[in-house]
């Protein structure tokens, strides 16, 4: 069998339907392969970023894996956000890169390259994979193919890489005469099970932190976790979503840019219940001594994220999320807190959640206005996925993810042009979602050429531009620190906003305005969103901003724009 055949036949085994990629000389053999093969198909994208960031869409909703290919040389590199996008924020990936015929290749040659667009693979990926080989034994190939994919499931998961020259990949092998992988399972951590049950007891104003940690393991531990507790949850920016929004003490987002009512509930509780959150300084701010007054049992599958954190206040607990649910569920009858917290925790949800924030501090609306259309229009099933940005905060303190709805956003990384190559992975795992891709003007142009593929493949896809004509984020920071100066965020300093309708025209799709007076023009909105894919451009004119956010000095109950000090102060002492 031609090994590139065999890969195709092994990643088909392993449940694959679509392999995102850009063609090269390097990676034709594979290509060829999965054009030749039934049931898996090879998705020919218009940037290796799409592919990248495409397998990372498919994975989410598959909870399987994605699978990226491209070319040597300036392929590879051109994937290498979607890898590092891959790696900070777990998401299991397989990406395999054609390399020149090892032949060619110039090993440890005191060289820069011997083959046209030869490039060290396996160096430039160390650092943001799991696991990167270069595969130049062919009587390898099974067991690199087995290891990397049990390495990119296993926890912590993430991308892993595999460089496969030329030549490899078009000789004959015998797979089943081939050394195989056999797993090892990793061991985890023992934790102290007594201790942590003996702080759940004894806390009076304990909150549930769920992070992006639980994407893969299994939500319904955590519904089942709250129906019995009754205890207040917030979520990380990678959490949103995965916990019901409708639940009676949900408080919405921490952090940087978290809502007003989840930062103070947090700063105010004794213990909290973290899982799946790396509690990075954009959750509990560079002032974090509102975390350092209290008890967190931080639950994580990583052993080193837990040791290598600066709190010192935690109770490390090494285990599945699901399993460390499961576990307390067993070890409580029945449990209840304080009363009074939880008044207190309704109090601070009807008066300061974000519609409150919208109309009490926020001058421009437009951006807010057009996020509660969306929560006006979005069905049960839809998925949003979100760009980095003024937009990508709009969407995270606004949106109201309910039902089976989903919120994918990056984390780690926040790449622009993130949210429309990955609402196409996702639009090939499961074509019966609709799905909403959030983006600003500056991630729309960088994704720009993944448009394409949204009419090409007629996906279940609209693009949400919110059009504010500037790089918004980055002009909320001139404003604070330098002076108001735009440079390079505005057309006066030197950046232009592209003319969208165009754009959507130009690449197959429908183009839909949305002005401050259509907001309520209810026939026209219901026409736009029901069509099945194009651009729908949100016009915000002026100055945007996002509120509330935290000033770098501040404790998390302290966002801007700031409450009266005496208003602040009687709520801090409420309970
Ligand atoms: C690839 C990349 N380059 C630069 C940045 C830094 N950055 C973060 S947000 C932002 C502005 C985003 O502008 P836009 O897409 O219009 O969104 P807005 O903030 O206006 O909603 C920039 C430049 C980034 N995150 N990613
Ligand atoms: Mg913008």
Redesign the pocket.
């Known amino acids: 069998m031609k090994a590139s055949d065999y890969i195709v036949e092994y990643l088909k085994s392993q449940g694959i339907k679509y392999v995102f990629g850009y063609i090269g000389g390097m990676i034709t053999h594979i290509v060829d392969s999965l054009d030749n093969a039934e049931g898996i198909d090879y998705i020919q994208t218009y940037h290796e970023q799409t592919a990248a960031i495409a397998a990372e869409g498919y994975s989410i909703e598959t909870k399987n894996f994605g699978v990226a290919i491209s070319t040597s040389g300036p392929g590879v590199t051109n994937m290498i956000?979607g890898i590092a996008d891959a790696y900070f924020d777990s998401i299991p990936t397989l990406f395999i890169s054609g390399q020149v015929n090892t032949h060619e290749y110039k090993y440890d040659l005191p060289i820069r390259q011997r083959g046209f667009q030869e490039m060290d693979v396996v160096s430039l990926c160390k650092p943001i994979t799991k696991y990167a080989n270069l595969v130049d034994d062919v009587s390898l190939l099974r067991y690199e193919l087995e290891k990397a994919i049990h390495i990119a499931k296993s926890p912590r998961m993430g991308p892993v890489i595999l460089d496969i020259p030329m030549n490899i990949q078009k000789m004959e092998i015998e797979p089943e005469s081939m050394l195989s992988y056999s797993k090892s399972i990793d061991k985890l951590k023992e934790w102290d099970k007594s201790l942590v049950v003996e702080k759940i007891k004894n806390s009076k104003r304990p909150i549930l932190l769920v992070g992006g940690g639980i994407r893969y393991d299994k939500k319904k531990e955590v519904i089942k976790f709250l129906d019995k507790f009754q205890i207040p949850v917030v979520n990380s920016l990678l959490g949103k979503g995965l916990v019901d929004e409708d639940y009676h003490y949900y408080l919405g987002m921490i952090g940087s840019y978290g809502n007003r009512c989840a930062n103070i509930a947090i700063a105010k509780s004794d213990l909290i219940i973290c899982i799946g959150s790396r509690l990075d300084t954009r959750q509990t701010g560079a002032n974090f001594s509102c975390f350092e007054d209290k008890t967190i049992i931080h639950v994580d599958i990583d052993i080193n994220e837990l040791e290598s954190h600066k709190l010192k206040n935690r109770i490390l607990v090494n285990a599945y999320s699901s399993d460390f649910l499961n576990i307390i569920d067993q070890e409580f009858e029945s449990y209840s807190c304080d009363n009074s917290w939880l008044d207190f925790i309704v109090y601070l949800k009807e008066n300061y959640n974000q519609e409150k924030e919208i109309q009490r501090f926020v001058e421009n609306k437009m951006p807010y206005l057009s996020i509660q259309t969306l929560n006006h229009y979005s069905k049960n099933d839809d998925v949003f996925t979100v760009?980095?940005?003024?937009?990508?905060m709009w969407a995270a303190q606004t949106l109201k993810i309910k039902g089976n709805q989903t919120f994918i956003t990056s984390g780690g990384l926040?790449?622009?042009?993130y949210s429309i190559p990955c609402a196409i992975g996702h639009g090939f795992a499961n074509p019966k979602k609709r799905i909403m891709a959030i983006?600003?003007?500056?991630?729309?142009m960088?994704s720009e050429q993944s448009l394409y593929m949204i009419s090409q493949y007629d996906l279940n896809v609209l693009v949400i531009l919110?059009n504010?004509s500037?790089?918004?984020?980055?002009t909320q920071f001139q404003t604070l620190y330098f002076n108001s100066n735009m440079a390079g965020?505005t057309i006066q300093g030197g950046y232009r906003?592209c003319d969208a309708r165009a754009v959507a025209l130009s690449h197959g799709l429908r183009y839909f305005l949305i002005e401050e007076k259509d907001l309520n023009n209810r026939a026209y909105l219901d026409q736009v969103f029901s069509s099945r894919n194009g651009v729908i451009e949100f016009r915000i004119e002026n100055l945007?901003t996002v509120s509330p956010k935290l000033e770098f000095d501040q404790p998390i109950y302290n966002p801007f724009p700031y409450l009266p000090e005496d208003e602040l102060k009687e709520l801090l002492n409420r309970t």
């Open positions: 956000t760009d980095i940005g003024q937009n990508q926040a790449p622009m042009g983006v600003g003007d500056g991630g729309f960088i919110l504010n500037s790089l918004g984020m980055i965020t906003a945007s």
